[in-house]
Nanobody
Framework: EVQLVESGGGLVQAGGSLRLSCAAS????????VGWFRQAPGKEREGVSC????????YYADSVKGRFTISSDNAKNTVYLQMNSLKPEDTAVYYC?????????????WGQGTQVTVSA
């Protein structure tokens, strides 16, 4: 069974940094791509970043390029999202997601989400 557990959210001032973690079980990164989505109050869920080990590709939303970095530790089966230069508009619940056939595939599993709040 594929499971994803996020951690690392919290409250930070604008300009600060946070690192989110997504501990995965039931699959390996060789078989699945893993990404991050976020959903702010009253807004639709949007893709933030995705990484596929099988083909070495990574994707970032334009709004986070140059500020966020996705990475993975295959030994720990954990994916990270390093978020720097945070802005109040980055405030959202962040979700980890697994894609069976690459970042362009439909999401096959979701994590429970972790809240990120950026104060002005």
């Amino acid at each position: 069974e594929v499971q994803l557990v996020e951690s690392g959210g919290g409250l930070v001032q604008a300009g600060g940094s946070l690192r989110l973690s997504c501990a995965a079980s039931g699959f390996t990164f060789d078989d699945y791509a893993v990404g991050w989505f976020r959903q702010a109050p009253g807004k639709e869920r949007e893709g933030v970043s995705c990484a596929s080990s099988s083909d070495g590709t990574t994707y970032y939303a334009d709004s986070v390029k140059g500020r966020f970095t996705i990475s993975s530790d295959n030994a720990k089966n954990t994916v990270y999202l390093q978020m720097n230069s945070l802005k109040p508009e980055d405030t959202a619940v962040y979700y980890c997601a697994a894609f069976r056939y690459g970042c362009d595939d439909f999401v096959s599993s979701w994590g429970q989400g972790t809240q990120v709040t950026v104060s002005a």
